[in-house]
């Protein structure tokens, strides 16, 4: 648990840090779509913090670093929240011979 | 790379985008299905952490040639330390959240950029491990990395030009050869960001690299 406080914290100084060295070019496949002239259609789902940026925050650096973390943070838990379950239902299988023995050889290498 | 909604909202692309949609989750069920078999404790807090970092990095635009920009996409990257079926699982989160929060890839066209972003990157784990079959050495596994970065990126764009291409007067004619050009220079950004981040991860925590798929398989086959 302290390792990913740590590395979160870690991961919040990299957008801190990094945020204002960030292009704002349009990507490869935007700048396609510009050049072009592909067709736009309305989109379905406009998201809530649309181009990253966080609510009616007017400055833009905080407003992207706000929506950065919210992100950060939304992964994260749904990355713990995916571990969790995959682990629970690990060892329900666990009892199966054939991959109790895959997991015998696993721990001997990992080891 | 991310495809949005306003692009493949016309007949042919609709489609398409309901077959990559299938196609897309059949093999999440079956990365999950492996992920599950393969599944150990050390990669727990490392999924989750690993992704929160890929979110991270795809906010950081590099600049390219001709007023454009690229990101990390990270499939290899997450692919090198969680093997190739974690690393569909997390890059599938990372582009999950960046659809429904931030618009960033739409939610229909979120089947095509879950195979083009995460499939083919995490694929790309097979890529290296057949490079690196008979030539371990570290140069040559960087290398690898290197060129399984920038191969993943130049697929991902190649398939992002026929899922696009009814948009576009042009048709493929117009996307290939320009989402080549502009990925080939993305790729070399997005290999040369893997390598760094490999070798620095495989410096600062031999141990944690160790007890992970790739890398583990340098020394001990799996």
Redesign the interface.
């Known amino acids: 648990?302290r390792?990913?406080l740590v590395?979160?914290i870690a991961?919040v100084i990299?957008?801190v840090v990094?945020?204002p060295?960030?292009?704002?070019?349009?990507?490869?496949?935007e700048?396609?779509?510009i050049?072009?002239?592909?067709?736009?259609?309305?989109?379905?789902?406009?998201?809530?913090?649309?181009?990253?940026s966080f609510f009616s925050i007017g400055n833009q650096y905080i407003s992207?670093l706000l929506?950065?973390i919210?992100?950060?943070?939304?992964?994260?838990?749904?990355?713990?929240v995916?571990?969790?379950v995959?682990?629970s239902?690990?060892k329900n299988?666990k009892k199966t011979p054939a991959?109790h023995e895959?997991l015998k050889s696993?721990q001997v290498?990992?080891d | 790379?991310?495809?949005?909604?306003?692009?493949i909202?016309?007949n042919t692309s609709i489609v398409l985008a309901v077959i990559m949609w299938i196609l897309s989750i059949s093999i999440l069920a079956w990365s999950?299905k492996k992920?599950?078999?393969?599944?150990?404790?050390?990669?727990?807090?490392l999924?989750?952490?690993s992704?929160?970092?890929v979110?991270?990095?795809q906010?950081?635009?590099?600049?390219?040639a001709?007023?454009?920009?690229?990101?990390l996409v990270g499939g290899t990257f997450l692919a090198v330390l969680l093997g190739p079926y974690a690393a569909i699982?997390?890059m599938t989160?990372?582009l999950?959240?960046?659809?429904?929060?931030?618009?960033?890839g739409?939610?229909?066209a979120f089947g095509m950029n879950m195979f083009n972003m995460a499939i083919i990157g995490g694929l790309s784990y097979f890529l290296i491990k057949a490079l690196t079959r008979k030539n371990s050495d570290q140069k040559w596994f960087m290398s690898s990395v290197f060129i399984a970065s920038w191969i993943s990126v130049m697929l991902g764009?190649v398939i992002?030009s026929f899922e696009?291409a009814p948009?576009?007067?042009?048709g493929l004619a117009?996307?290939l050869p320009?989402?080549l050009l502009?990925?080939g220079l993305?790729g070399v950004g997005e290999g040369a960001i893997t390598t760094v981040l490999v070798t620095s991860i495989q410096r600062l925590n031999p141990t944690i690299i160790g007890?992970l798929s790739l890398l583990?398989g340098r020394t001990?086959k799996?």
């Open positions: 648990m390792k990913t590395a979160t991961i990299f957008l990094l945020i060295f960030a292009s704002s070019n349009p990507d490869g496949l700048k396609v779509a050049t072009y002239g592909g067709q736009e259609h309305q989109s379905l789902w406009n998201g809530i913090m649309a181009d990253y992207t929506a950065g919210f992100g950060v943070l939304a992964v994260l838990v749904a990355g713990l995916i571990s969790k995959m682990a239902t690990h299988t991959i895959e696993q290498t990992t | 790379m991310h495809i949005s909604d306003g692009l909202l016309n999950w992920a599950q078999q393969t599944y150990t404790r050390s990669i727990t807090a999924l989750a952490i992704s929160a970092f979110f991270a990095a906010m950081i635009n590099f600049p390219i001709f007023g454009t920009s690229g990101h699982l997390s989160l990372v999950g959240m960046q659809a429904l929060f931030f618009a960033d739409g939610i229909v764009a992002t696009i948009a576009f007067s042009g117009v996307t320009s989402m502009l990925h993305i007890g583990k001990d799996i």
